[in-house]
């Protein structure tokens, strides 16, 4: 933990418990998202245990958190915007039931978290991580460092509305033929529904009127009846179980499409902070909601009326045996809902506990050359089974609450029939009107009652799991998008390439110093710059800024004399030219990646590209030339030949504006002299991060980033002498 403000100690830790009244407050648990954010999300669960309005994506919005986290003394600001006094304690663990609960504690000297309660030797914590946690002192004392925040209303306190929940219409806005096609499941259903009562009647006419009176020729019209009967049932359920699978491609096509466009036009910070598998798992999230909104709202309102159709029925034959089966299914739905925290808890757990299995598998499966010459085969192996480990205990803690949920509601349901068939056979057997075929009847429609209205109680706890499944998807719904509807398409506008800052600043988080400061600097269209600095200076922001990918926090970037915005960035983006220090080849051939993928591709361009940047004769002598597959992300390219495709792809776009950042690293010296030359006698506007002297020497201007500043070098000091003294400031570790 960084350094922070002074902490109280021993005797001092009371004061603010004094203030913590009793109430009916509850403190939820909210997970983080991002890895670094856990500070976010324990503030923003103390927050709501006051009476603030918040969810961590508001809080995200109006808190910027950088990827190397917050410590205690940006706690004590975030606590001061919530109107919360804060006050930092060093405090021993049996002096923790003394301070105000719930407090921020620092946790395995790397986290945060929330400490919820003190109860003997057992200390219950809210982790953003892992969730609610009930751990005895030893395990809590492997963890806790010592030092809490502790939190509590402070006198200018008013209640904070800062929550951006997931609205449903959000994700399935603009399907065509939804509400026709909802009405004909729904028409179908009740159809269906119709056809299942009438079965029991066929029972009741066979025991009573055919065998109770021996008419042997009522038996073939009841047969004929009722088995055309079972044919239209079967009918119906086919049409039924077709239309929903219609209504349910067709929402899945629209909502994962919805959700995917709106990832895409994120801005590159967003991804930076977040693990792929982590994302994907979001992302199944609408599985959950497609079946929520296709079956399962169309069962719950079938099921709904049909349960109280044979509610109704029920007391038609017997207002006894109704009461017993009604109360009985009273029973088992309170054990459903009963169990229902227990049961979202663990299953959150589950899908955060799948989704880091998932990230840590794609990371070890992405750096296997890594992990191969670094001989952590084993380690690897050891970090990933701890993880589905994970996934195993809490797939066993979800199924556990099921079986003990089940086992409660199949006695109950259990005592019930045996309680209607003795009461039942009792009314048979007193003669009071009550036959044995009205019994079997009965029975059969209390097991139609006691289906639907189970299955009604089920769709509705999915109903409220879908709440679960909204806040996974808000991270990725309510995030800002870099470029709004309104440019969502390009904007054809020729460029010529000119680019300005005026006093521009930027920093990576609220918490963090600034990396670049005031910095005003103007790239004429044609200009050939070269920047250069120390490692961990901020050549790679700048890059981004330039090209958009970042924001900056102050100041004004200019493109062509404009301001830039959403549609300025966009046609800027669509006629510059970019080889980056982390750019990927995509899974497809040399051509469609020299392309992008183009879908009007002219393979003269592409030539003409991969000859620039000296791949053609490499291309060549492949088998299949420019159609070889590059493999997954560029693996069965050297690093060379990658860097020149790379190179190639921004040539084949014919720029108005070429960015390298360090785009010749990987290349021999008589290569890397060859690009030279080619980028120099480019009549476009070129930037350049390098620090090997080649590609210094050969702009016209220089400029120099360190310290939050951007200083162009004077002419006399010479190419050479700036990438010496580039090359001699220490790198920033």
């Known amino acids: 933990m960084a350094a922070g403000p002074a902490l109280c100690r021993g005797a001092d830790v009371m004061g603010l418990a004094e203030l913590n009244l009793p ?125 809490a925040l502790e939190l509590a209303p402070a006198g200018d306190f008013r209640k ?19 509400a026709p096609s909802v009405a004909q499941v729904l028409v179908v259903s009740l159809l269906l529904q119709i056809a299942t009562f009438a079965l029991p009647f066929h029972i009741q006419l066979v025991v009573d009127e055919a065998i109770g009176r021996a008419d042997a020729n009522l038996l073939p019209v009841l047969a004929l009846g009722f088995g055309a009967l079972t044919l239209l049932h079967a009918g119906l359920d086919a049409l039924r179980a077709w239309i929903l699978r219609l209504l349910g491609s067709m929402m899945s096509f629209q909502v994962v499409g919805n959700i995917v466009r709106h990832l895409l036009r994120l801005p590159v910070a967003w991804f930076e902070k977040r693990h792929v598998g982590d994302v994907m798992s979001r992302i199944e999230s609408t599985e959950a909601i497609q079946d929520a909104l296709t079956r399962g709202m169309i069962s719950a309102l079938v099921d709904g009326l049909m349960a109280v159709v044979a509610a109704f029925i029920l007391f038609l034959y017997s207002p006894l045996l109704a009461m017993v089966v009604i109360v009985a299914l009273l029973l088992v739905l309170g054990l459903g809902f009963a169990y229902f925290p227990a049961t979202r808890a663990a299953t959150e757990e589950a899908i955060v506990a799948r989704a880091a299995e998932q990230s840590n598998l794609i990371e070890t499966l992405r750096a296997m050359p890594t992990i191969k010459l670094m001989g952590g085969e084993v380690e690897r192996e050891a970090r990933w089974r701890n993880r589905f480990a994970s996934v195993i205990n809490s797939s066993v803690r979800v199924g556990r609450l099921g079986i003990t949920r089940d086992f409660l509601q199949n006695a109950v349901l259990g005592i019930q029939t045996v309680l209607v068939i003795y009461l039942g056979a009792r009314m048979v057997l007193n003669a009071d009107g009550f036959s044995v075929g009205m019994l079997m009847a009965f029975l059969s429609f209390r097991q139609t009652f006691s289906d639907r209205a189970l299955s009604l109680a089920e769709e509705i706890m999915q109903f409220r799991l879908l709440r679960l499944h909204l806040e996974r998807l808000g991270d990725i719904v309510t995030a800002e998008p870099d470029l709004c509807p309104a440019a969502a398409s390009p904007v054809h506008r020729d460029l010529a390439g000119g680019i300005e800052l005026r006093e521009v600043g930027f920093r990576y988080g609220d918490n963090l110093p600034p990396v670049l400061e005031n910095v005003s600097l103007t790239i004429a269209p044609g200009d050939f710059v070269a920047i250069s600095g120390a490692s961990g200076g901020g050549k790679t922001t700048l890059a981004k800024l330039l090209l958009g990918l970042h924001r900056p926090v102050a100041g004004q970037v200019l493109l062509d004399g404009r301001p830039a915005d959403p549609a300025a960035w966009r046609a800027w983006r669509a006629q510059i030219g970019v080889v980056a220090q982390d750019d990927q080849l995509l899974s497809g051939t040399i051509a469609d990646n020299i392309a992008f993928f183009d879908p009007d591709m002219d393979m003269e361009r592409v030539i003409a590209a991969a000859e620039g940047a000296r791949i053609h004769e490499d291309i060549l002598r492949m088998p299949m030339q420019y159609l070889s597959l590059v493999g997954d992300m560029g693996s069965a390219l050297s690093g060379g030949q990658r860097q020149r495709v790379l190179l190639a792809r921004a040539l084949y776009r014919r720029p108005k504006l070429l960015l390298l950042d360090e785009g010749t690293a990987n290349l021999d010296e008589r290569t890397e002299q060859e690009i030279v030359e080619l980028i120099a006698s480019l009549p476009v506007t070129r930037i350049v991060i390098a620090h090997r002297p080649a590609l210094v020497r050969a702009a016209h201007r220089q400029l120099v980033v360190g310290g939050g500043q951007v200083r162009e070098c004077s002419g006399d000091a010479g190419a050479g002498g700036l990438a010496d003294r580039a090359a001699a400031q220490p790198s920033q570790l």
């Open 160 to 178: 904070l509305a800062a929550r951006m929940p997931v609205r449903l219409n959000a994700l399935w806005s603009g399907i065509r033929g939804l």
């Open 23 to 147: 109430g009916h407050r509850r403190l939820p648990v909210i997970r983080a998202a991002e890895a670094a954010e856990c500070g976010l999300a324990c503030m923003a669960m103390i927050g709501r245990y006051h009476g603030h309005d918040i969810d961590l994506n508001g809080m995200r919005q109006r808190h910027a958190v950088s990827l190397t986290g917050a410590t205690l003394r940006d706690l004590m600001q975030l606590a001061d915007t919530l109107s919360l006094a804060a006050r930092p304690l060093r405090v021993g663990i049996r002096a923790l039931r003394r301070i105000a609960l719930p407090a921020v504690i620092h946790w395995d000297l790397n986290h945060f978290v929330v400490l919820k309660s003190v109860r003997g030797d057992s200390y219950v914590i809210h982790d953003p991580a892992r969730g609610r946690r009930s751990l005895n002192i030893q395990e809590f004392s492997n963890h806790y460092t010592g030092v």
